[in-house]
């Protein structure tokens, strides 16, 4: 169970960060998605901290997986750049956080 209130606190994060880009863009509407996206990561990430997760593991793999999927969802809805250089970073950070885990196991 913990495993999907984590990946239920990573879509909503990235759910709140994209609505916090079409925002920005002057549709205000959008600040409430953005409240009630963190909100449910939070509550989704304290979930799965609940049912045993460890605390490094768990935000390493929330904060990662956000990134990566924020940045690739930004690049198909928003046209942003999304470069090999870019890319790279986003695997230095899952190969990171697997390091973490990885550790966390042992």
Do not use: N
């Amino acid at each position: 169970m913990q495993w999907l209130f984590l990946a239920s606190a990573i879509v909503c994060e990235v759910i709140g960060t994209l609505s916090l880009r079409m925002a920005a863009t002057g549709r205000h509407a959008h600040y409430v998605t953005v409240a009630f996206g963190y909100v449910l990561a939070f509550v989704f990430l304290t979930l799965t901290l609940d049912q045993g997760l460890g605390l490094g593991v768990a935000y390493g793999i929330w904060a990662a997986a956000g990134v990566a999927l924020t940045a690739i969802a930004s690049r198909v809805l928003f046209k942003e750049p999304l470069t090999p250089l870019m890319s790279g970073g986003i695997a230095l950070i899952i190969a990171g956080v697997l390091l973490v885990e990885l550790g966390a196991t042992h």
